[in-house]
Each structure stands twice: as structure tokens, then as C-alpha cells.
């Protein structure tokens, strides 16, 4: 990573913290590795980002159906699915410390290509170039090691007992699939969409929270004739193009990388990664992948249930091929800050700011009376503040400080619009609106601000 870039990332984090978006997991015991909480403005861009995903691919559609499935799931699902044999990383031991890393990580940061490498392959690589762990010390051989977090249900602990915290969202849509075709019957194509928590026992996470140990997702399974899946799936590369768009994100940080056969998942036909221009490097924003028959087929054998579906008017009868768009709340927020933040010189002085999008904004519009200390332009402000909290709702009270820094406060937390409200509103009912990104100032009447 170069200095530039480093430096992004730090001033990110540390926005992110000084500003209530992200706080380390358990800081104040040390903080807990691969772990993340969110403060009122993180839970609120997480929240909005969510809630224009669910408008978008859910409420906007009539092919869509949303489904909240459990965490904890019955243990005969991760083994259908292949994730108990094959949910795996490869993973190295520091020889003195015994702390543990991913070693495609580390063979990356020193240079080398991973891709399609066996455990052996990469075991020979760091002992013939000597690769050492970031701590300098000699490394094990390779090893896979599942990230799966595993856990018991009930009162005994035994092997009937043993469940998983689920490692993605996309099983409870496949065993909910048959209970909403016999519910809602919906014609193909059709999804079924969830949004939730996935828990991953990172090696090392790191970077963040683009990866980390808990997280959340947002995905569909889109259920279709296999003979359509071409179709399908370019449709599908168009709306989530569409999708980073709507996060504000630059089209030309965006990219497409199609995932060559070795490189795929078990159970994908074809796969595209859609990746980022992170202050880290291009790395995974998104995936899209054909799943085929993998997963319903797993169902219908493992669980003895039929899975076919019968196209209506016909005596057709398969079982539907899936197509999975698969979206990262946490990377989706990670890019939105990458790509918002901002720095100029306004009168002479650096300006940190965030240009979010206005419908993303934790904070839409603070509201502010010149000066605090005057009780008529306080009840004025507080007047045009309930008009716009009724309204908007993300709306904050600021009367700290000078005008000045609150406009910065306001400029680096991302909100749009500041209000304030001087004496000459006591007189012409209008209000001085200042922009964060051009730092431009007019008049507006309050009746006019709705």
C-alpha cells in the first residue's frame, strides 16, 4: 500500500472514531480483534445504507420476496452445503509466538500470486523465499483451518448438539424456499431476499472492517429456469452497477473481475467480483454468482424433500437454478467513506469533509441559532428544528461553539445542510442554508424549507 493511500486510511479511522461512526469491539477491556460497534452516526449511514438496498431490490420490485431467517440453524444444513468440509482457510503458525495468519495474505504482501495454489504450493513458497510472520519469525507449514463458528444447542453437549453461528445469510433463504412457494406460489423468476448477520472465524482479520468477524450481509437468491441463467445473470451485472452508483460511488473505481474456474466457490458455475478502489487497494466490494441447481439440489437429497417447481398451466416440473448477487454491509460502508472523504482549503485553512450522498447522510440537516446565548433566536431555531425533525428526521441540534466550527463539525460528519438562524429571521422569517460542498450561503424562507 503506498504512504498516500496508508494516510487515507488512518484519517478514516480516525475520523470514524472522533465523530461517533466506529469504535473497536470491547475497547474499554482492550477491544476484541475482528470486531466492530457503531456509534449514533455509524449506526445511522449503516442504516440507511440497508434500508435503500431492501427499497431498491425488495420494495421496488414485484419479483421479490424478504424472508428473516435464524442464525442458529439445524448442523445437517452446513453439511449439505459443503461448508463443514470445505468453509476453509489456509492458515500458518508463527513458529515462536504461535500466533496464527492467513497465508495467502501474507504471500501477497510479499508480492506472489495465490491464485489456484495448493496448501503445498504455498508451503514451498514461503520456505524457498524465506517469508517470515509479521512478528519476523519462522512459519509452519499450511494448513486449512474452518471458519466456522461452531457452538452447542440445548443442555448436552454432543455431537447431536452441535450447531454453527452461520457464516452467510444464504442457507436460511434456500430451506425457507419451498415454504414461500407454497405460500405465495410466485411465477419464475422470483427472489427471495435477507438481510442479517454472518459470523466468519477470521485467521487474521484485518483492514478495518473490511474483514472482520462479525458482520453483516444483504443477499437474494434469484430462483430461475436454467435455461434463462445467461440472460439472468447480465441482468443482474447491470443492477448492481446500478447499485454502486446509488451509493455514490465512482463508476471508475468500480470493476469487474470474472473469477476464473479454480478460483470459484464449489458450488458456482460463474462468478464475477465486483471490486473497489479501497484507500487498501482494489479489493472485493461484491460478488455475483450462478449457483446452478447446487444448493435446492443438496436440499432434495440430504433432506428427502422435493424441491422441483412446477410452472403453472404446465405439468413442467425442476428444480430451479439460483443466481446470487451477494452485497457486504460493512464494504458497502467502508467504500462509501472511501469515496466520500474529502479534503480542500477553505480561507486559508485545511477543511476535512465527507461528500456523502444526501439520501445516505447520517445527518441531513443541523440546525443552528447564531448565537446561544439569546433566547429569542433560540426559540426561533428550535422551531425551524422541530419543523424539519418532523419532516426528515435525521436532523441535529448544533449550538456549540462558533459558527465556524460547527460548520466544520458539520462539513466532516457529512450533513449536507446547515441551518442558521440569525436576527434577521426574527424579522423576515428566513433562514441562512449553507452547503458543504461549495461552503455557499442563501437566504430561504422557513416556509419554503419543508
Not at 465527507?354 to 426559540?379: G, I, M, R
Request: negative net charge; charged residues 30%; contains cysteine.
Amino acid at each position: 500500500m503506498d504512504k498516500n493511500k496508508n494516510e487515507k486510511m488512518e484519517a478514516i479511522v480516525s475520523l470514524a472514531k472522533r465523530r461517533g461512526f466506529i469504535y473497536q469491539g470491547s475497547e474499554v477491556y482492550g477491544g476484541l480483534s475482528g470486531t466492530w460497534d457503531y456509534g449514533p452516526l455509524g449506526v445511522s449511514l449503516k442504516r440507511n445504507i440497508m434500508n435503500l438496498w431492501w427499497k431498491m431490490f425488495v420494495e421496488d420490485r414485484e419479483d421479490m420476496y424478504g424472508v428473516d431467517a435464524a442464525i442458529l440453524m439445524n448442523q445437517k444444513v452446513w453439511k449439505a452445503s459443503g461448508h463443514v468440509d470445505t468453509f476453509t482457510d489456509p492458515l500458518v503458525e508463527d513458529l515462536e509466538t504461535k500466533q496464527r495468519f492467513r497465508a495467502d495474505h501474507l504471500l501477497k504482501d510479499a508480492g506472489h500470486h495465490v491464485d489456484g495454489l495448493s496448501l503445498d504450493d504455498m508451503t514451498k513458497l514461503i520456505h524457498d523465499h524465506d517469508i517470515k510472520s509479521p512478528n519476523g519469525n519462522r512459519l509452519s507449514d499450511v494448513r486449512t483451518f474452518n471458519m466456522m463458528f461452531k457452538t452447542t444447542v440445548g443442555p448436552v453437549d454432543d455431537e447431536s448438539s452441535i450447531s454453527y453461528l452461520r457464516p452467510e445469510t444464504a442457507q436460511g433463504i434456500f430451506t425457507n424456499y419451498h415454504n414461500v412457494v407454497d405460500s405465495f406460489y410466485p411465477d419464475l423468476p422470483f427472489g427471495l431476499a435477507q438481510q442479517g448477520k454472518a459470523f466468519r472465524n477470521e485467521i487474521s482479520p484485518r483492514d478495518f472492517i473490511f474483514r472482520s468477524r462479525e458482520f453483516e450481509q444483504m443477499e437474494i437468491e434469484y430462483f430461475i429456469d436454467p435455461a434463462t441463467w445467461e440472460t439472468e445473470f447480465t441482468k443482474w451485472v447491470s443492477l448492481v452497477h446500478s447499485w454502486t452508483d446509488a451509493l455514490g460511488l465512482p463508476a471508475e473505481s468500480v470493476h469487474e473481475l470474472e473469477v476464473p474456474a479454480a478460483d470459484r466457490a464449489h458450488y458456482s458455475k460463474r462468478t464475477i467480483d465486483f471490486e473497489f478502489d479501497f484507500p487498501i487497494g482494489r479489493e472485493e466490494l461484491l460478488g455475483l454468482a450462478y449457483r446452478t441447481d447446487f444448493d435446492l439440489g443438496n436440499i432434495q437429497r440430504e433432506a428427502g424433500k422435493n424441491m422441483e417447481y412446477t410452472v403453472k398451466g404446465t405439468n413442467t416440473k425442476f428444480i430451479p437454478h439460483v443466481i446470487e448477487p451477494s452485497f457486504g454491509v460493512e464494504r458497502a460502508l467502508m467504500a462509501v467513506l472511501s469515496a466520500a472523504y474529502m479534503e480542500d482549503e477553505v480561507n486559508g485553512e485545511k477543511r476535512v469533509y465527507l461528500k456523502l450522498p444526501e439520501h445516505l447522510a447520517p445527518v441531513k440537516y443541523a440546525v443552528s441559532p447564531l448565537l446561544k446565548n439569546k433566547p429569542e433566536l433560540v426559540a426561533r431555531a428550535r422551531e425551524v428544528y422541530a419543523i424539519l425533525k418532523k419532516i426528515h428526521g435525521n436532523v441535529m441540534w448544533d449550538d456549540n461553539g462558533n459558527i465556524g466550527k460547527r460548520y466544520r463539525r458539520q462539513d466532516e460528519i457529512g450533513t449536507p445542510y446547515c441551518v442558521v438562524i440569525d436576527f434577521d429571521s426574527l424579522e423576515d422569517n428566513a433562514v441562512t442554508i449553507r452547503e458543504r460542498d461549495t461552503t455557499e450561503q442563501k437566504r430561504v424562507s422557513i416556509s419554503d424549507l419543508a
